[in-house]
């Protein structure tokens, strides 16, 4: 049973990220600025708005290198940690999922505000619960797209692996 303990130990130092936690703060704020964008973008586009918002949404983090409107305006990166690399396009659709989900919810008909109220409260929950409990501050997103929300000063800081 203790080898057991120790190929687990080894594994999870392996796999552990070099990057601190992000200020939840910085995150928070990043991530008010994106909903904003996405809710002019549904506002402004007439009856495409909801897909439009919903794709602004599922790919900002990979449209900067990693760093959507919001987090290039806070200072903080989406890294890919196999390469540690700013997040791609399918590293940001993987992480924002559970958001899109809410706004497909909202799709729905004759359900679809309150579908996207009850979708945002326990979406938003979980995502919360888990972001002040990880240690690295990872969200569900973060595991599904093996990523992490750094500071963008730290990144820059680090040496770039290659994807094996």
Same mark, same amino acid.
């Given at each position: 049973m203790s080898s057991l303990k120790k190929v687990l130990r080894v594994v999870r130092e392996e796999e552990a990220s070099p990057?601190?936690?992000?200020? @939840?703060?910085? !995150?928070?704020?990043a991530r008010v600025i994106d909903v904003a964008i996405a809710w002019v973008l549904y506002v402004g586009t007439g009856p495409a708005g909801v897909v439009v918002a919903l794709l602004y949404?599922?790919?900002?983090?990979?449209?900067?290198?990693?760093?959507?409107?919001?987090?290039?305006?806070?200072?903080?990166? +989406? +890294?890919?940690?196999?390469? !540690?690399?700013?997040?791609?396009? !399918?590293?940001?659709? @993987?992480?924002?999922?559970?958001f899109g989900l809410v706004i497909i919810l909202s799709m729905m008909p004759d359900l679809g505000l309150r579908a996207f109220i009850a979708g945002c409260v326990v979406v938003g929950a979980i995502e919360i619960v888990k972001v002040l409990r990880d240690? @690295?501050?990872? !969200?569900?997103?973060? @595991?599904?797209?093996?990523?992490? +929300? +750094?500071?963008?000063?730290?990144v820059s800081a680090l040496p770039e692996r290659s994807a094996a």
């Open positions: 990057y601190p936690k992000a200020s @939840l703060f910085l !995150r928070g704020c949404l599922l790919f900002a983090d990979g449209m900067l290198q990693g760093q959507s409107l919001g987090k290039k305006l806070f200072g903080v990166k +989406v +890294v890919y940690l196999p390469t !540690r690399q700013g997040a791609r396009h !399918r590293d940001s659709v @993987l992480r924002n999922a559970p240690p @690295l501050g990872l !969200r569900l997103g973060d @595991l599904w797209a093996n990523t992490q +929300v +750094v500071d963008g000063k730290v």
